[in-house]
Structures are given as structure tokens and as C-alpha cells.
């Protein structure tokens, strides 16, 4: 990752370096000269990354000559909150997608997956000569590849992948006016590059949309972690083992409320904080580290099964294959909700009682999420994905972005109203990890700790790297 | 289907009619006839189905000129298997694969579904000029596709393909000595007819193997409705039915052998005797109809969503590609079992009881099993099957050969054990349902039931094919 305008630096990781790019508010006056000749940006869609990129970049380009612009359908029942949001027909930031595309330097696409894979070809038969192609994940990519299409000729393309909810983009993004640097990660990939500056145009919309740091990857590498990852630690597991626990810890003689806070509030409170702030291994030494090596014993295989199960689904194409699949059979039939099960009628409880009560790390619970937190990681790195891709997509986006999501809400709330790609996703690994927990890892979570694994866990390369990615963000607890 | 030595007959199905061979030993000497010039019968590996239809062929074609032998790798374990049940190398009637396909007028590919994938194309190219290539499944057919190969022309290609357990197609066999028809039944199918003969070689082939009757289908429909059908009703619904129960009679108060009687012990044993015996709606007669009703509501679009999702994978090849990625992730770290789970360990308690106990049917358990069992022969309804393949596939394998094999072993023993095929996809869906009846519609139950859904269960056109179809064997219990 080479850059004509900004100052990379050179990130240590373990078994080698790489090539970073450090965010923040001084680097805005840079721009207008990065983005190379792109005067009108336009954002074509207004779910919740379109509506937390368009006005990122609105803001950091604001006093620039360059314009941001969103693209909605005419019908759009977006179209009144873009407005509310001040972009607008009459100032002429808001527009017919096709209009809009027609007019940008820099096409960004962040339609849903369905729309994209439907409305791709039309979209780019209206680009400008030598306009930019902006993606904000690889699923285009595969869907071309799935489907024997390919990407426009002469375009540059480039993606930038915020490593968190668009929300989070948004919300740390303006905490970043108080605490300078504060914001998502980002990935950035160059996949054309005709006329050389593809690279500065990806990292500046990065530093516009106030990612702390951007890394380097491979549109193909970015689908296969953020689809992965979005079924595994980030989602998928998440879900499954909070229905295992609950289930467990009522079995186990917990009332309700207090079942909810072991198996679900102590991850997405206590855990994830203490990962956020001080890495892996302050969850152990946080809590009964004996029964946490019991429960990491216990439930890694069982994870790593089910990660590596998914990495192969999503390699293959084959988890792609499903979601188009689910799209037909839900024009027929709509997908049910998940929020109906029990556990979550307690929430509200849960959520009432944090004034007066602070739930503890559960040692068992932590035991089996940090497990399962790390088979990804492994799996991530056994299959030669970079670093800052294995933390970011495993452990930065899940404590700094989505956990506390989940704390502010739910995980079933969050389940029922994600993309469509990471809510069927959800529905389809998660019960697979809850069943793994259920009839795998809890059964046998009595037996001793496997001694070489949790020694394998304290000396894991990924608290280095994780450590490293820290220190190129401010630590900032973001607020939702 | 038209036959030149048997007598088919008419089978009245809703909406129309079915042509179908009633099976029975007073056949036995039409078989030579039918099998027109066949003298050697090759049976290629010795798994459940391998060894059961070896085993029924020779002894029905005992006192003919025509031949069983066995074709096994050198190295196979299951060779002195194979000698103590009577096939053996001095009597020529136990060799090497490639052998015994040499010499076979009739090539029975009964060996693993990854050998078969793997070893095809050499069985192909051993096979002797205008020998007939036997299946017992599609799966074959699915993989040739997906792998763009193809069957070798010149060759008759026809499928037999009993729907139950080798050890059941053994198993009732042996009781058809006594009661003439005994068995499990077939669907057949001719891919490729050369010569004109191969649907009696195929009727011939099935009545040897004992099957009461005889019904017509293609390889694509029968892959699709034995594929979907094993992850389904027949054993992956079966496995996440029981998991969600057991843990909900738990919470409700029940102690263990009582939940595992509630849960597991009601379906293999009354609910499945009562299907078998008199059918569907008299589940409902024989329990509390009112809180049938209302866990059928509220089971069957949850269970019905899931069941096409499986329908459009297996169409899609999707599922069998997930299977070839298995078998490969499989050589490097071998599948976790799930056994382990709770409520196993109850088995053997439940079982001791039976002599003094007896479990009724229990309402709750009774009314989300044939709700899942509804939705999946309303899928195969729609989606074109004929109704012996739906009512054999749904409903007469599961009370006739499955479930009662489940009651003398247990359900996870079953999983644990199964065809690779089959254990990946009960594992892959199992949890899928456990996750609906969990989250969907376990905690709708208490609502009022869905009179027009209910009134839809008592008239559905399933009772009728299933009592067409009962009419046709006799009526015996399976002794496992």
C-alpha cells in the first residue's frame, strides 16, 4: 500500500510487518488532493452505512469543493430521512440512482446485497467515463463470480470496509470531534487501478469516514472474513451461545434475570469491555480462571468444527448460493422473527438493574466466548488472512461495535433487524454453534482443563497483534 | 412403468393414479424372467444397505442359475464380515471391486457416497459391454452434475431404492417369511434402457429385495425427497424436536426420565405406532386434541420455512456441495459426536421402564411432530412429487423403519452413526429446528390454535395416499 499524499506507517505484527494508514481530523485538509480529481461523491443507497458514510464525508469535506451526494429510487421510503438529514432535490443532493450515478466521480454502492446483485449492470452502464467504483464489502464480487459476470472495464474499484456497524460509523465518527482518531477501522482494497490513484482515493474516503486506522486487503479476502465472521463471533456464535446459557443457567437453578446476565449480559458488558480495553487475556484474569480453562477446554474444538465448516461454505460459494436462494423463497414467504424465545421477555429487567448492580465476568460464559473468539482468529490465520483483518474481523468490530450494540438493545434485536446477508447468516449458524455448545462443549465442561490448549491461548500470536491495533486507535467506549 | 413379466396395478392417489408392482415371495420365481439375461449380480461394498440387499437377492434368487457376489477393496475391514454371512472368495462369490464389476451382468453400487464420488470413473470403465448399472439412491446423479461428468452410454442405468434402513430392508425380510410382504418400500427409476429391459430388471431387483410395493420415480426426484427427507421429518427434525423438548419439559418441572419420555420417548414409540397402525389424524384422536391443535399452530409455518429452505439447497446442489467440502475438512480434523448431550444419558432408565410403563402420547410433543411431518409432505406436494414417493419419504420410513430403530438405540446414537450424508445434514438442520420450535413455536403455544390451519390437517390429501399406500403391505411391526 503505497500513498502519494498521506504518511503510512509500518505496523508490527507477529511473523512480519504491514503497511497502515493512522486516521484522524488533521489529515481532512488532505482531501481534496487524495481523492484525485473526484469533485462529486455520490452514495447510493440509505440503509445504515449509506446514511453514516454520506454524512461522514459530507462532514469532512465540508468547506472542500467537493460534494456529497445520496441516490435513492423514486420511490424510496428513505427518501424523507435523507431529506431530515439535509440532503435534499432542491440543493441538488438527492437524487434518482441513476442520476446520481451518472453525475459522481466516485460511485459508492451500498444498496442491500439483493438490490446490488439485481441493479448492478444498470448501475454501471450509467457511470461516467472513468468514474470511480466504491464497494463497502466483497459481496459483489462473489456475486459476479457466482453468477459468471465480471466488473466494467477502464473503472478504478476500490472498496473501503468500515470493521463495524454503520451506526458505530457514524456514532464514533462524532465522538472523534472530542477525541481525535476516534471512529471504526476500515480495510481498504484496490481491485482496478487505471490510471494509478485508486489507492489515495480509497484511503481518503477511509480517513473521511474517520477510521482510526486503515489496512490493506483483497476484495476477496474482505468477503471471505466479513461473511465469516459475521455468521461466527460477531453474530452467529454470539446468538447461539446466549440461547445455550440461558437455557443452562436455568437448568442450573438461576432465576430468569439473573440466567439473562450469565449468559448474555456478562458478554455483551463486562467481556466485551475488558477485551476492549485490555486484550483476551484480561478476561481470565479477570474472573475464576480455573473454570474458565475448563470452559475453553471445552468448547474450542467444538467451535473451530463449525468456524472452519463456514469458511469452507463461504470460500466455495456455496453460503452465497443460499442468501440468493433465500431471496426468491422470501418474495414467497416472509423470514419469521427469532425474538419470540423466551430469554429476551427478561431484558428490559436486566437492562433496569444496571443502575444498582454491576454484572460480574461469568467465568463459564467467558470461558466458552473467548473459545470460540479465538477459533475464528485461528481459523482466520491458518487460512492466511493478515493481522489487522483477524483482529478487526474478530474481535475489534465485536467489542467496539457490535457487543455494545447488543448491550444497548438485544442479540435477538439484533439478529431480527441486520442485513439480510448477516440475518439469514444468523438463523443458520447460530443454532448450529448453540448446538455445539449445547451437546459438546457444556456436557462436558466438568472434565480438567486441557492444559496444553489454554497454554496455546496465553501464548496466541493474536495478543500481539491485537495490541498493536490498539495502539493506533484512542481508547474510546463508544456510546449508543 | 410397464412390465413384461409382472402385473402392476393401479394405485388411486389424490388426484389422479399411480402404476405400482405389489411385491411378495409367491414372485420369487418370475425373477430370472424379469431379470432378462442377467446370470451375475455384483454388489459393490458392505455398509448397512450392501450387506441387507446382498443378503435378501441371494436368498430370494436361491435354486436360480443367477448369482450375489460382493465387491470390496482388498483392505476393507467388512470382508470377514462379509465370509461369516456366507460370500466368500473360494465360492466366488466374494472379490475386488474392479473383479466383480468385471464379471456382473448387474453392477449394485451400494459403497459410501464420497467412494462413489471418488471411485466412479474407474468402476465405469471395468464394467463389461451392455452390463446394468444399479443405484440406490441419486446422489450419484447430483454429483455428475456437479461435477460436469456424465454415465457412461451403452448402459442400462436404473435405481431400486428402498426407503428405510439396511437393517430394516434385512430386518423384514426375514419377517416376510411369515407374513408374505413384509418388507420396506421401493421407489424405482430407469435413467438409461438400452435394451428395453431395465425397468423389470429394476422391479425385479426390487422385488427380491422384499419390498411390499414397488412405486415409480427419476433419480433427480428421488435424490431430492430422500435427501431433503433424511434432514428432515425422518431424522434431523427428528433430533432438533427431541433437544428443544427435553430441555423444555425440564424448565416446566418434569424430571429427566419423565422430559425424555415427553420429548423423545412418545415419537419412537406411540406417536410412531399409532402413524404406522392408523394414521396421521389418529395421533390427534389419541391425545388431548385441544393442545394438539394449538402446538401444531404453532409449529407448522416455522417448521415449513425451514423445510424449504432445505428443499432449494438440495435442488440447488448447494447440500451437496457442503457434503464434498465435508469430506475433505473431514480427512484433516474427524467430526465431534452428539452423543454427549444431557439427555442421552436417560436412555437407558427410559427404556428399563417400558416393562411397567407406558408413555402415552403426549399432546404438546404430538402436535409439533406431525405439524413438521405436515410441512414437509405439503412441500413435496408442491413441489410435484408423486404421493408414494411423499408418503413413503415422510411418513412410512420414519414409522416403519427410523423411528422404531430410535426407540431400541436413541436418537443421537442414530446420528451418531448414520450414513456420512445423512450425519452431516442431521447435523447441519437438526439444530436449524431445534432453533424454530425454540424460538418460534414453543413460545407461541399458549396462543389459541389456527382453526383454518387445523381444519387444513384434517383434510389434507396426505390421509388419503397414506391409507392407498397402508392398504398395500401388510401390516407388521419391525422387530429391531
Redesign the interface.
Known amino acids: 500500500m503505497r500513498s502519494d499524499v498521506f504518511e503510512t506507517e509500518t505496523l508490527t505484527v507477529p511473523g512480519g510487518t504491514e503497511t497502515v494508514l493512522r486516521g484522524g481530523r488533521h489529515l481532512f485538509p488532505l482531501l481534496p488532493q487524495a481523492f484525485h480529481g473526484v469533485r462529486r461523491i455520490g452514495v447510493i443507497g440509505w440503509g445504515p452505512q449509506g446514511r453514516a458514510q454520506a454524512k461522514n464525508l459530507r462532514d469532512s469535506l465540508s468547506g472542500t469543493e467537493i460534494t456529497v451526494s445520496v441516490g435513492l429510487r423514486p420511490d424510496s421510503p428513505s427518501r424523507a430521512d435523507a431529506r431530515a438529514h439535509g440532503f435534499t432535490e432542491e440543493s441538488g443532493t438527492l437524487g434518482d440512482v441513476l442520476a446520481v450515478v451518472a453525475e459522481s466521480d466516485l460511485v459508492v454502492l451500498l444498496i442491500a446485497d439483493a438490490a446490488l446483485a439485481a441493479q448492478h449492470q444498470e448501475i454501471f452502464a450509467a457511470l461516467k467515463p472513468g468514474a470511480t467504483i466504491g464497494l463497502s464489502h466483497g459481496f459483489l464480487l462473489g456475486h459476479l463470480r457466482a453468477t459468471g459476470g465480471d466488473l466494467p472495464a477502464g473503472h478504478a474499484v476500490i472498496a473501503v470496509c468500515p470493521k463495524g456497524m454503520g451506526d458505530s460509523v457514524r456514532r464514533l465518527y462524532e465522538q472523534g470531534a472530542t477525541v481525535n482518531g476516534a471512529g471504526i477501522n476500515a480495510s481498504i482494497a484496490v481491485h482496478a487501478d487505471p490510471d494509478g490513484h485508486a489507492t489515495d482515493r480509497a484511503l481518503a474516503w477511509s480517513v473521511g469516514l474517520g477510521s482510526p486506522y486503515t489496512f490493506e486487503t483483497t476484495l476477496e479476502s474482505e468477503y471471505r472474513s466479513d461473511v465469516v465472521g459475521e455468521r461466527g463471533i460477531l453474530l452467529g456464535a454470539v446468538h447461539g451461545l446466549v440461547?445455550a446459557l440461558y437455557?443452562w443457567f436455568?437448568?442450573d437453578g438461576s432465576d430468569p434475570v439473573t440466567a439473562y446476565e450469565r449468559a448474555c449480559e456478562t458478554v455483551t458488558g463486562p467481556i466485551a469491555r475488558t477485551i476492549s480495553r485490555a486484550g483476551l487475556r484480561a478476561v481470565r484474569e479477570g474472573t475464576d480462571a480455573e473454570l474458565f480453562d475448563r470452559a475453553y477446554s471445552a468448547t474450542y474444538?467444538?467451535a473451530?468444527?463449525i468456524v472452519?465448516?463456514i469458511y469452507?461454505?463461504v470460500a466455495?460459494g456455496?453460503e452465497l448460493?443460499?442468501v440468493v436462494?433465500?431471496d426468491?423463497?422470501l418474495a414467497v414467504?416472509p423470514?419469521?422473527?427469532?425474538?419470540?424465545?423466551?430469554m429476551w421477555a427478561h431484558g428490559d429487567e436486566v437492562r433496569a438493574r444496571r443502575a444498582t448492580h454491576e454484572t460480574p465476568i461469568d467465568p463459564l460464559t467467558a470461558g466458552m466466548f473467548v473459545a470460540t473468539m479465538v477459533a475464528q482468529v485461528d481459523e482466520f490465520a491458518d487460512r492466511g488472512h493478515a493481522w489487522s483483518e483477524i483482529v478487526n474481523e474478530s474481535i475489534i468490530e465485536a467489542v467496539d461495535s457490535l457487543l455494545p450494540y447488543m448491550h444497548a438493545r438485544d442479540v435477538?434485536y439484533m439478529v431480527d433487524n441486520c442485513s439480510r446477508t448477516a440475518r439469514l447468516g444468523t438463523?443458520?449458524w447460530?443454532?448450529?454453534f448453540?448446538?455445539?455448545y449445547?451437546?459438546?462443549a457444556l456436557?462436558?465442561v466438568g472434565a480438567q482443563a486441557d492444559d496444553k490448549l489454554v497454554a496455546g491461548f496465553l501464548s496466541n500470536p493474536v495478543h500481539e497483534a491485537l495490541a498493536a491495533a490498539a495502539e493506533l486507535r484512542p481508547s474510546v467506549d463508544i456510546s449508543v
Chains 1, 2 share one sequence.
Open positions: 440461547e437455557r436455568l437448568l474444538a467444538a473451530r468444527e472452519a465448516e469452507d461454505e466455495d456455496t448460493r443460499s436462494l433465500a426468491a423463497r414467504r423470514m419469521s422473527r427469532i425474538g419470540g424465545s423466551p435477538a438463523r443458520r447460530g443454532p448450529r448453540q448446538a455445539a449445547e451437546q459438546i456436557p462436558t
